[in-house]
């Protein structure tokens, strides 16, 4: 298996890993979307490979801290797929690893997701609204551990708190429901 960043030319393998995960078309359309979005960028967006066949892809996108705009570097992870056949095989924990590791060395500084709150905290990842930040659309209170948050520099919990907006793309009600 092997990972690496993607280029205009993986469009067609990021939405194939994307459709067979997610068994719709509706995640990669909002992939397709967000990719193109200016406000997303910069953005990071891996591909895994196994035998050369694309086996999972994950985004991070920009955002931003409503009260503190430019001042600390946001970025969201959505969507992350791995094609079923391949999957808990540690591709989905590789990916994560891998994209924390260049959004870390690029000077990002907090990371959230809207998640599964029995798989992300196995990657560093921690309920994000006892911390103080409160998500782009209102997360119901049944799943509120869903929304987390992991911090790549050791003094920004507790310093900073708020709304946290994600990129234009994905700033739509519907996408922030199960
Ligand atoms: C979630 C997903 C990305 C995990 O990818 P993966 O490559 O299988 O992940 P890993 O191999 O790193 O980890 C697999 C482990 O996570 C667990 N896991 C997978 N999905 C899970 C979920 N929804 N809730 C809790 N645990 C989950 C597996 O049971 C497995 O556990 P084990 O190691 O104890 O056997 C993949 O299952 C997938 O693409 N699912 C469909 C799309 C999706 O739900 N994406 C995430 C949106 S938040």
Not at 85 to 95: C, H, M, P, W, Y
Not at 162 to 168: A, L, P, Q, S, T
Request: proline share 7%; charged share 20%.
């Amino acid at each position: 298996m092997y990972i690496r960043e993607t280029t205009d030319a993986d469009l067609n393998d990021i939405l194939f890993v994307e459709r067979e995960a997610f068994n719709s078309n509706k995640e990669a359309e909002l992939t397709k979307d967000m990719l193109a979005d200016p406000s997303a960028q910069p953005l990071v967006s891996l591909l895994a490979f196994v035998e050369n066949q694309p086996a999972g892809h994950i985004l991070f996108t920009k955002g931003q801290l409503a009260n503190a705009k430019g001042k600390v570097s946001v970025s969201f992870l959505a969507p992350l797929a791995v094609v079923p056949r391949f999957q808990k095989q540690g591709i989905g924990g590789n990916l994560i690893k891998k994209g924390l590791e260049l959004l870390s060395k690029s000077g990002v500084e907090l990371v959230f997701v809207v998640g599964h709150p029995e798989y992300y905290p196995r990657y560093g990842f921690t309920p994000a609204g006892k911390l103080g930040f409160e998500p782009t659309y209102p997360i119901p209170e049944e799943v509120a551990d869903a929304w987390m948050v992991q911090a790549l520099h050791p003094d920004i919990i507790g310093s900073v708190s708020g709304k946290v907006i994600c990129c234009d793309m994905l700033n739509k009600p519907e996408h922030w429901r199960e």
